[in-house]
């Protein structure tokens, strides 16, 4: 009898069996199944009988069946298909692929063929990651309910792995042996490269970790120390994972893609069996929820820890789609053969319009209320039941849910997919949520979880538009909006008929002010949750806030504003001091001028406080004039979206492309490069920039390219007062004029 913690799950395709590791916090058991998935094909009867004869003559086959199953969602009546299962589980995909290109791609419609191996063999044996159960010798027994708030989280040994290369390079380019290993503490340097790596791998296995934490992991430490132990002559005895029949190779490849208006990178996967690694520098899951956060959705969608950790909340929700799916005896579609039907130009200026959005008053307001509806596009779904099957249904034409505008019937007589994933997920959000805010609960920890739960929610609506999405549907995603911009209007009817002035307004959010004569805000929100059937919370009150103008037209930005609540709380949208590729140094001139106007508690002590807000970014002005910063600081962050034969333009960034291909190193289409400024004008790419790995710290910085960025962020917090670039430039050139003429020499920017 053998117990513990479900970690990762994955097929021996020599053995063709499923090998799952069980944790219990002491050591790890490797526990083997038989396992024969099968796939199915739909088609006519005469289709069918043909292809059951060829099929069974394959040696690749084990058996063919043909049964009756049910293959459109919300459909309960059954259709006859042709059950296939292989010999062994790496000729399904094989074979459903040889299937396909005999039908001409056309012919034959697939089901359950790409499902998850690992969540499909869970699901088939009612048990799911992280979960706790006990392995019998036959079968698996657990006795955890999957969705439960309150579990006991596994009890994880860890271990943190980097590796260095030879000390006086910062680059580590595969060709410079390793110089030393560091795991967790313990800092392995042997006489010579085979064995510091081998002395390693020995510690790792004494250790035996369950998770193995890495930067840039996947991107270069794993396949440095992999080729390593190749030009060492030591690959096979190198194995981090602990299957020893599992050798190291990606499970997935390295790519480019394009996704919402701009390109992606990929890394590779290089996943380890038997542990969970986790590359803390690319995991958007662990670096949005943490480990907790990651090991909750890992639980509830049946997604390894480590898989999951490379995925998106969209896969998350994803596959909690197809196991509910699984779960009521549907089988999953091969390729979504749902297109969408053909509209008007008229039907699509009507339908295809997004949220409501209300553009704000530039400048400072006072007395502010902002109001929030709570997950406001899953409620919708939930309220109204929206999912695919039962938009347009053929049941209910009559039906008394009708999508505004768009004159949409939804089904009232079956549940949708959809809405069965949501429930429960929104009621995990909602008691994370509670708890996040409830003194007698951990609050940091509950915090961290309803963050991660956040993601899936927002993610949710948009897979219905998706084109790739398996239960996706344009008229979904549209009829979500429409009952969102309906739902908002009728908030701010309320707003308006109960003393308040509305300010702004986006999708889900109002920003209100209360009149002379006005009802309580608790009274407030219930009057607009029974109105619309969607709870609307407080998020807070602001002793002020400023709306920003939009860059390209001047009128209010959307969502760019910044303003203090009542407890001195600062909250900030949409400038430099929230973008990833802005240098630490411009943050920190943001963050000090804010930190300065947010001690005002009114619009008046706001004004008085400019000008201090001005001489903090002046103060910052001089460092850079002076040499005083760090140029570590000063490194602008940018994601390139092609190759560096496609820029025409030789502007910084290809400067430092230049200068990465000069050591080797070839940047992909949605990676990001490194560098501070050097001389914006210079003719010579190696004099413009230099990149973050060649940085020395004793580089001279352009000076003015610094200040214009200095100047951009003062006139994002201020150009509503009159502050733009030009005059926030001219007085910081002032001021390089006052700081030259006090020195004779300007002294060079070191590292500090």
């Not at 008691?431 to 951990?442: G, Q």
């Not at 961290?448 to 998706?466: H, M, N, P, R, S």
């Not at 201020?718 to 910081?732: A, C, H, R, S």
Request: hydrophobic share 35%; glycine share 6%.
């Amino acid at each position: 009898m053998s117990s513990g913690n479900i970690l990762d799950v994955y097929p021996d395709h020599k053995k063709n069996v499923m090998v799952t590791w069980l944790v219990d916090g002491y050591r790890a058991k490797r526990v083997e199944d038989r396992y024969e998935p099968s796939f199915y094909v739909y088609a006519d009867s005469t289709d069918l009988y043909r292809l059951a004869s060829i099929l069974q003559d394959l040696p690749q086959v084990k058996l063919i069946n043909l049964t009756r199953e049910k293959i459109t969602l919300g459909k309960e009546n059954k259709k006859l298909v042709l059950e296939v299962t292989p010999k062994k589980i790496i000729d399904l995909r094989r074979l459903a692929d040889m299937i396909d290109s005999w039908g001409k791609y056309h012919r034959y419609h697939l089901f359950n063929v790409d499902l998850r191996l690992s969540s499909r063999y869970l699901q088939s044996r009612h048990v799911f990651c992280n979960g706790f159960v006990r392995w019998d010798g036959n079968k698996f027994n657990c006795k955890e309910d999957q969705w439960t708030i309150d579990y006991n989280f596994p009890h994880f040994k860890m271990a943190r792995l980097n590796i260095e290369s030879e000390k006086k390079h910062r680059l580590t380019a595969f060709s410079r042996p390793i110089s030393s290993i560091v795991v967790n503490s313990t800092f392995i340097e042997e006489e010579n490269e085979t064995d510091t790596i081998l002395s390693a791998i020995k510690h790792i296995k004494e250790i035996d970790p369950d998770i193995i934490y890495t930067f840039n992991g996947d991107d270069v430490l794993l396949p440095f120390l992999y080729h390593r132990a190749e030009t060492c002559g030591i690959k096979d005895m190198v194995n981090l994972g602990r299957d020893d029949h599992q050798r190291f190779s990606p499970v997935k490849q390295s790519k480019s893609y394009f996704s919402y208006g701009q390109i992606i990178y990929r890394p590779a996967f290089y996943t380890l069996s038997g542990r969970a690694h986790i590359d803390t520098s690319s995991s958007f899951m662990y670096g949005e929820s943490g480990l907790r956060g990651l090991v909750d959705i890992s639980r509830c969608s049946n997604i390894p820890l480590q898989l999951l950790s490379r995925l998106g909340p969209g896969t998350a929700i994803s596959q909690m789609q197809v196991n509910k799916a699984v779960e009521k005896n549907y089988l999953v579609p091969w390729k979504k053969n749902m297109p969408e039907g053909w509209k008007s130009a008229i039907d699509l200026l009507v339908s295809d319009r997004g949220g409501l959005i209300l553009d704000p008053a530039v400048g400072i307001h006072e007395d502010i209320i902002e109001l929030d509806y709570a997950s406001l596009y899953p409620n919708v779904m939930l309220k109204f039941n929206i999912s695919p099957e039962t938009m347009l249904c053929d049941c209910c034409r009559d039906s008394p849910i009708q999508v505004p505008q768009l004159d949409y019937n939804i089904c009232v007589r079956k549940k949708g997919l959809l809405v069965e994933v949501l429930e429960p997920v929104l009621h995990r959000r909602f008691c994370y949520k509670a708890r996040s805010k409830n003194k007698n609960y951990e609050k940091e920890l509950y915090k961290e979880l309803q963050l991660a739960w956040k993601w899936i929610l927002l993610v949710c609506f948009g897979y219905t538009g998706y084109r790739n999405a398996r239960y996706g549907r344009i008229e979904c995603y549209e009829s979500i909006t429409a009952f969102s911009r309906d739902v908002l209007i009728k908030a701010i009817e309320v707003v308006e008929t109960s003393g308040y002035e509305v300010i702004h307004g986006i999708i889900d959010s109002l920003w209100i002010k209360p009149r002379t004569d006005c009802v309580k805000l608790f009274n407030l929100t219930r009057r607009i949750g029974n109105l619309t059937g969607v709870k609307m919370d407080i998020e807070g009150h602001y002793r002020w806030i400023v709306f920003l103008p939009s860059k390209q037209t001047g009128v209010g930005a959307l969502n760019r504003y910044y303003g203090v609540f009542d407890n001195g709380e600062l909250k900030v949208r949409g400038i430099e001091l929230r973008q990833r590729n802005t240098p630490k140094f411009l943050k920190d001139v943001q963050h000090s001028m804010l930190m300065v106007l947010s001690k005002a508690d009114n619009a008046k002590q706001f004004h008085e406080m400019i000008p201090s807000a001005i001489d903090e970014m002046q103060n910052y002005a001089k460092d850079i004039i002076r040499g005083k910063a760090d140029v570590n600081n000063l490194i602008f962050k940018n994601r390139i979206s092609k190759g560096i034969s496609e820029y025409k333009v030789n502007n910084l960034v290809k400067s430092a492309l230049l200068q990465l291909r000069d050591i080797g190193i070839n940047v992909e289409p949605g990676q990001s490069v490194r560098y501070i400024v050097l001389d914006e004008h210079s003719s010579n790419y190696k004099e413009r920039v230099c990149i973050a790995e060649l940085i020395r710290g004793d580089e001279n910085v352009d000076v003015d390219y610094y200040l214009r960025q200095i100047a951009k962020c003062g006139e994002s917090i201020l150009v509503p007062f009159g502050y733009t670039i030009e005059k926030l430039q001219d007085m910081l050139q002032k001021t390089k004029y006052r700081e030259r003429l006090n020195v004779s020499i300007l002294p060079r920017i070191r590292v500090n």
